[in-house]
């Protein structure tokens, strides 16, 4: 990481030690149950990608002519969707007038061609909406299941060559019941400005979520070792020596991000063994 970014993250770290999320108007949310086990960080290129975080099995199952849901996209539309429901307290969600409006929510640009942010989004929006989640659980003895439908229902009319271009009909979407009692009765608070400082990166944002979440309940230090924390944030990676050396490094790298803005993170010791956490405070100081 170097000298330009560092810098701007710090600079990201002294305006959100300032002031609190929610009285800046960053207090965002996040799925536990993708935060516990999350989507791919790059295009798996197949229509079921499965995550373990100890006897918790997360799959993904998605339509074979569209997709999986993977990289930094879906995790803001994540984000975005469980805060709104957690705000309107409704299974139905208003995306908004038009597409530009609804990106510069994301913190997006509505930037067009093949590689732009407009294609891009409306790809994973695709991915994400038509995905199935999968979560079986099992301690060797007890086994359970649970099917959870992110969006029931989507209907999405912006004209993309015209992002500020209003539409005759409301573009909304209808979260599955199960998805939407998970992240009514237990969301996990964030910080939208730490989110934006982070959405370079993935596994950055997954990182923040799960330590943002883990450190909060921990009673004593806790060891995770390496190969659970690849489990977990790196199934991309091969189990082998060099694709762990590869793991390792960016997820260090990514570490380092975070406990620049999040302070209790940095408390964190790292070892060859693993990741040594100690118990702090969410990032989300206070929630009234």
């Given at each position: 990481m170097n000298s330009v970014n560092i810098n701007k993250l710090i600079n990201e770290a002294l305006i959100i030690d300032a002031e609190e999320a929610e009285a800046a108007g960053a207090l965002c949310y996040m799925a536990r149950i993708l935060v516990q086990a999350t989507m791919p960080h790059s295009n798996p290129?197949?229509?079921?990608?499965?995550?373990t975080n100890g006897n918790l099995r997360l799959t993904i199952?998605?339509?074979?002519?569209?997709?999986?849901?993977?990289?930094?996209?879906?995790?803001?539309?994540?984000?975005?969707?469980?805060?709104?429901?957690?705000?309107?307290?409704?299974?139905?969600l208003n995306l908004g007038a038009n597409l530009s409006q609804f990106?510069?929510?994301l913190g997006l640009l509505p930037t067009g061609g093949r590689w732009g942010n407009i294609t891009r989004l409306r790809d994973q929006m695709k991915r994400l909406f038509s995905a199935l989640i999968t979560c079986t659980y099992s301690d060797g003895q007890n086994w359970g299941v649970r099917n959870v439908m992110v969006i029931e229902k989507a209907e999405v009319w912006w004209e993309p060559s015209n992002p500020k271009q209003g539409s005759l009909w409301q573009s909304t979407v209808t979260l599955g019941h199960e998805f939407f009692h998970e992240i009514i009765d237990r969301p996990i608070p964030i910080d939208m400005r730490a989110i934006n400082a982070l959405k370079a990166s993935a596994m950055a944002l997954d990182l923040y979520c799960w330590l943002t979440y883990r450190l909060s309940y921990l009673k004593k230090p806790t060891e995770i070792p390496w190969p659970l924390l690849q489990n977990q944030f790196g199934a991309e990676y091969q189990p082998t020596k060099q694709g762990r050396h590869k793991f390792k490094t960016k997820l260090l790298t990514q570490l380092h991000k975070i406990q620049l803005i999040y302070e209790d993170a940095a408390k964190i010791e790292v070892s060859q063994a693993g990741l040594l956490l100690v118990p702090g405070n969410s990032h989300i100081k206070k929630i009234t």
């Open positions: 290129k197949t229509c079921v990608f499965a995550r199952s998605g339509d074979p002519n569209i997709g999986l849901p993977y990289g930094v996209y879906p995790r803001l539309l994540l984000s975005w969707l469980v805060t709104e429901a957690v705000r309107t307290k409704k299974l139905e990106m510069s929510e």
